[in-house]
């Protein structure tokens, strides 16, 4: 995945956001592309701003504060990983600014040093193509023609349901370790971009597989989709 938005000006963003009570970001996050960076980054779904903020009517938006300052951690966490030079933006920073800096447009400020963060992660990932483009086609032709090959798919559960490429077992990120896979026969597993089947591949290597490998994410699929019937 290639980043087109890596120079966002936090601040202005924070600024108003903060004199929309919120609504800025509640279409932001999906239509401006941020959820699906923010995921595409972490490696695993996030919960959609808009559930975020619903639930932050009944609780004076502090649970949207919560979730921001959780994204906010996460995000450090993988700009260390990463090798990004900080200051980087976290959980206290995100939560802190925007209760007690509130009088000192803490909000934004906040913002700033998140969209700072972010802006640093997106860079480096389209410099070094840590996330390379994999042809996911290519891939399953040589599922295809190995023989005992498993095909898995590492979405969750409910995203499995909604469509997967035929022959695929579901063994989602979030279990993996929990896995009962053979370990005898050659793996190839895929998600939605790419992001969590190369961390689900790490972390099957990390419990003793050898054959196994990712080949990037439903998203470039070309063939038809199994759809599980309700009844």
């Given at each position: 995945?290639k980043?087109k938005?890596?120079h966002r000006?936090?601040?202005?963003?924070?600024?108003?956001?903060?004199?929309t009570a919120?609504?800025?970001?509640?279409?932001?996050m999906?239509?401006g592309?941020?959820?699906?960076?923010l995921?595409?980054?972490?490696?695993?779904?996030?919960?959609?701003y808009w559930?975020?903020?619903?639930?932050?009517?009944?609780?004076?938006?502090?649970y949207?504060?919560?979730?921001?300052?959780?994204i906010s951690?996460?995000?450090?966490?993988?700009?260390?990983?990463?090798?990004v030079?900080?200051?980087?933006?976290?959980w206290?920073?995100?939560?802190?600014?925007?209760?007690?800096?509130l009088p000192?447009?803490?909000?934004?400020?906040?913002?700033?040093?998140?969209?700072?963060?972010?802006?640093k992660?997106e860079?480096?990932?389209?410099?070094?193509?840590l996330?390379s483009?994999?042809?996911?086609?290519?891939?399953?032709?040589?599922y295809?023609?190995?023989?005992?090959?498993?095909?898995v798919?590492?979405?969750?559960?409910?995203?499995?349901?909604?469509?997967?490429?035929?022959g695929?077992v579901?063994?989602p990120?979030?279990?993996?370790?929990?896995t009962?896979?053979?370990?005898?026969?050659?793996?190839?597993?895929?998600?939605?971009?790419g992001?969590?089947?190369?961390?689900a591949?790490?972390?099957?290597?990390?419990?003793?597989y050898?054959?196994?490998?990712?080949?990037?994410?439903?998203?470039?699929y070309?063939?038809?989709?199994?759809?599980y019937k309700?009844i």
């Open positions: 995945m980043f938005h890596t000006p936090g601040f202005l963003l924070g600024f108003i956001d903060f004199f919120g609504l800025f970001f509640l279409f932001y999906p239509y592309g941020l959820e699906d960076e995921e595409y980054i972490l490696g695993h779904k996030v919960q959609p559930q975020a903020y619903v639930l932050g009517i009944p609780t004076l938006f502090i949207p504060l919560i979730w921001m300052a959780g951690e996460e995000l450090k966490e993988k700009a260390i990983e990463m090798g030079e900080g200051p980087y933006t976290s206290w920073h995100m939560f802190g600014w925007n209760i007690l800096g000192l447009m803490g909000p934004a400020v906040a913002t700033h040093r998140f969209f700072g963060t972010l802006n992660i860079r480096k990932l389209n410099r070094k193509l996330f483009k994999k042809n996911i086609n290519k891939g399953l032709a040589e295809e023609s190995t023989p005992g090959a498993v095909l798919d590492v979405r969750e559960a409910s995203e499995y349901a909604s469509g997967y490429i035929p695929a579901n063994m990120l979030s279990l993996m370790k929990l009962t896979l053979p370990k005898d026969k050659p793996l190839f597993l895929y998600c939605l971009r992001a969590r089947s190369k961390r591949e790490k972390i099957l290597r990390s419990m003793g050898g054959n196994v490998r990712s080949i990037g994410g439903i998203k470039g070309k063939g038809k989709l199994v759809r309700q």
